[in-house]
T-cell receptor
């Protein structure tokens, strides 16, 4: 197993465009987490899934954000009508229940 | 919501020095994590602990539940230890709450 992967690694978009990021977790992990990290700050929780069920969403996740994990494997995070404030590193992590989380390399988003 | 504070924010050390990074939190927790983040963003989990002390190679993590405080120690520091070290805490089923990180630079 190659660990958690995320695509794309970098995304530059214009304000108002929609973007979608993908996360492939470690295959046997049932939990998948999305975090956002801005420069000089620690990561902030956005949402997490246990299998295909989205169990919790942060208030940071406005209605322009949606996440799915349709078959309990990979997950997508979509941001509609991007704003400059959405510029950040989007991190995905996976775990087996409450055990150690393994992080992906992140997707760096720049909204112009 | 738990407040996580780390100190120092930035730390520069000479190769071989003993390093200590501190983390304090405001509300009782079920687990505390120490993470390492290298330039480019990749995060690696170093320790997860709920009491006492853990050691892995040159890294040692301790936690004092009563004082709501944890420390990460690096012995015989090396330039490859240069990274951002992040403390994160968890209460029960709530999501991880992260500190802002401590940026460590080890100079040869």
């Amino acid at each position: 197993d190659t660990g958690v992967s995320q695509n794309p690694r970098h995304k530059i978009t214009k304000r108002g465009q929609n973007v979608t990021f993908r996360c492939d977790p470690i295959s046997e992990h049932n939990r998948l987490y999305w975090y956002r990290q801005t420069l000089g700050q620690g990561p902030e929780f956005l949402t997490y899934f246990q299998n295909e069920a989205q169990l919790e969403k942060s208030r940071l996740l406005s209605d322009r954000f949606s996440a799915e994990r349709p078959k309990g494997s990979f997950s997508t995070l979509e941001i509609q009508r991007t704003e400059q404030g959405d510029s950040a590193m989007y991190l995905c992590a996976s775990s087996w229940h409450e055990e150690t989380q393994y992080f992906g390399p992140g997707t760096r988003l720049l909204v112009l | 919501k738990n407040e996580v504070e780390q100190s120092p924010q930035n730390l520069t050390a000479q190769e071989g020095e003993f390093i200590t990074i501190n983390c304090s939190y405001s509300v009782g927790i079920s687990a505390l994590h120490w993470l390492q983040q290298h330039p480019g963003g990749g995060i690696v989990s170093l320790f997860m602990l709920s009491s006492g002390k853990k050691k892995h190679g040159r890294l040692i993590a301790t936690i004092n539940i009563q004082e709501k405080h944890s420390s990460l120690h690096i012995t015989a520091s090396h330039p490859r230890d240069s990274a951002v070290y992040i403390c994160a805490v968890k209460e029960g089923n709530t999501p991880l709450v992260f500190g802002k990180g401590t940026r460590l630079s080890v100079i040869a």
